[in-house]
């Protein structure tokens, strides 16, 4: 195993609102990375640690409880767009990645998860968001 080799996962919103403002959120709740979302997709590249287990670690890993991993997207207001309709995050899982997926990361690979991105009343997804098909390695 690598430990300490550096991962990327990416994940991809489908469908984001036109006009509102996406990042990533580190651990103490900042965001980084802001991009204005436009017609078509975004996307955002997490650098994660390998770490002993193996866990993952890094800057946007939080976890809860021993088994919960995740990196918080924040929308609108929380990902620093004043003024905004929006003050919203997702969060993404991690699951725990199986060996084939973390040896093709290992290997160079960005492991990516599709999301959707839009939420049934309209406004952007939030709250806890599923990969539509699961982490996939691509090139």
Request: glycine letters at 12%.
């Given at each position: ?87 919203r995050r997702a969060k ?19 492991l990516e998860a599709e ?7 309209g406004g952007p997804a ?14």
């Open positions: 195993m690598a430990e300490g080799q550096v991962i990327t996962l990416r994940l991809r919103i489908l469908d984001p609102l036109p006009g509102v403002a996406y990042s990533l959120q580190n651990r103490k709740s900042e965001p980084v990375g802001q991009v204005t979302a436009g017609n078509g997709p975004i996307a955002f590249d997490v650098p994660v640690r390998v770490a002993p287990g193996p866990r993952l670690a890094g800057d946007f890993v939080r976890r809860e409880g021993a088994g919960r991993c995740f990196v918080y997207i924040a929308i609108g207001e929380q990902a620093g767009q004043h003024p905004s309709a929006w003050s993404v899982d991690i699951p725990a990645l199986s060996a084939a997926l973390l040896d093709q990361a290992l290997a160079g690979a960005v999301l959707p991105g839009r939420a049934k009343d939030c709250a806890t968001l599923h990969p539509i098909a699961g982490w996939q390695p691509v090139a």
